[in-house]
């Protein structure tokens, strides 16, 4: 059996690296328009072969959509119209709602599976797959009933075989709580290291202060801004609310500094902590 | 030769911890009005002694004043009031500008070490500390010309022999710089943690579906209230413009995804990974 992987970064790397494991006589194909992407994904073993898109279409059983959101949405109606009966289609992108929407659109809606795996790190290409990635981390199907019976079940196979934690909702509900834990903090990321770049014209002032706490905290700011731009774009509305309810929260909290209210301050603080419950679960998983 | 450490928590211990192995003969005296510290303090072998400060005043050849900032504040001059002749106080404290006021207003000014190592983490209290935190890592020392040439040469001994690298400046240039590079990240954590517990009134839904990156974003935003609290009043000005500078840039990257502006989205995300090549040298470290 064949699985191709469209796209072989980061996310597709350790999906096929993580399913190899699992499964050793499963034989992958690349499709990617880096040359670089294609030698690094042979090199590294996550794919036996690289092949165009149309060729890897008729010899897989299942296809893997691994790009960024944008080219999911270019690629997903043309993958579909050439897609042979009975194989099936899944993406792994961080937005669902358009790409939903342009697969319930289709005649073929059935034979795609919509994923998302709670999953990454601020690297990205194939040269940055590893195979922990994935297993023992979540991820979201959406629109399961959409899904032929089969699609689904070969997918959710895959994914509970990896040792992933499948989780069910609407496109509509993944976007919302996404945009939320996942791409305002990218965001806020972004405008930390950006700030402190602008200020800091002295390199040398960075790297003798910061500590190892500063390096965390803006450690997403190193991600992929071809792959980011595509998600904020697809998800505006939802990105949009919560970068506004963050920055509120902000001004609130530069007016309790600016104005001595240490009271609010430490409010602001001793709520925020409550997070550290709900962390201390992520860290385990 | 006998150290006293006032305020034994996550840094106060981990200095004592790193001085330890190094000076195997060297004798620690604790300080800490928290009957739990003290126990903790003791069982961990962080200190031989709890004394009360005016007696540990009269033992200690060195006293390391490891409060959060308003205690400093609060206890500096008496220390230095009570201060035999020959010893040193040294502090740990975040902000620099008010202590060393504090500091220069006093006839023993001398006797006073401003000491700030650019390391922590998000924990508090005696059990946090651990003998690896301060090593290898960043220390600077504020207006050391105003120190008492053998007060400095212990400090600056004791910093190098436990392998810290040693910076000098004033204390302008610390609270400007820190502000930016250290409590800045602070309020940016503390305000996504708070932006998403607000949001995300169901818990199962943050624990699902959040990844570690979120995990790493909103690590800060477990740390201590009571400690951050007076740093930021302390050096608010300095806090309130890097602040300001984030939200500023925050609106413009909201602007850029609420217009599809994706090229302004784009350049934003690409200045901002500049960070990257500075987080390389940081995580050296």
Redo the contacts between chains.
């Keep these: 059996m064949k699985v191709s992987i469209i796209g072989v970064g980061l996310l597709g790397g350790s999906f096929a690296l993580a399913l190899r494991e699992k499964y050793p006589h499963l034989e992958f194909v690349g499709v990617d328009k880096s040359p670089v992407n294609q030698k690094i994904a042979l090199a590294m073993g996550i794919v036996d072969e690289i092949l165009p898109l149309e060729e890897a279409l008729q010899v897989a059983e299942l296809n893997v959509l691994a790009t960024p959101v944008d080219i999911i949405m270019q690629l997903l109606p043309q993958m579909l119209d050439q897609l042979p009966a009975g194989r099936t289609v899944m993406d792994l992108g961080s937005t669902k709602g358009l790409i939903c929407e342009i697969a319930d659109a289709h005649p073929r809606r059935g034979q795609f599976v919509a994923v998302h795996p ?5 690297h990205s290409g194939p040269g940055a797959a590893f195979k922990e990635l994935l297993p023992t ?2 991820v ?1 199907i959406c629109d399961s009933e959409k899904s032929h019976p089969d699609s689904l079940a070969l997918v959710e196979a895959f994914l509970h075989d990896i040792g992933m ?1 499948v ?1 069910y909702m609407t496109p509509t509900e993944h976007d919302l ?2 945009a ?3 791409h ?17 014209k002295d ?1 040398k ?19 992929s ?2 792959m ?3 998600i ?2 697809q998800n ?1 509305k939802n ?2 609310r ?6 509120k ?3 609130k ?2 007016e309790a ?2 104005s ?1 209210d ?1 009271d609010t ?2 409010d ?9 419950r ?2 201390a ?3 385990k998983k």
Tied chains: 1, 2.
């Excluded at 709670?118 to 601020?122: F, I, Y």
């Excluded at 602001?268 to 550290?276: E, L, P, S, T």
């Design positions: 709670m999953a990454g790190t601020e981390k979540n979201i934690k989780h709580h996404l939320y834990v996942s305002l903090s990218h965001i806020s990321s972004f405008a930390l290291g950006l700030t402190v770049l602008e200020k800091e390199e002032a960075i790297f003798d202060m910061a500590s190892t706490g500063f390096s965390s905290t803006v450690r997403l700011a190193k991600s801004p071809q980011w731009a595509p904020f774009d505006k990105v949009s919560a970068l506004g309810d963050y920055i929260l902000l001004k909290f530069k500094i600016d001595e240490l301050s430490l602001f603080m001793q709520k925020a902590n409550d997070i550290g709900i962390l679960g992520i860290e």
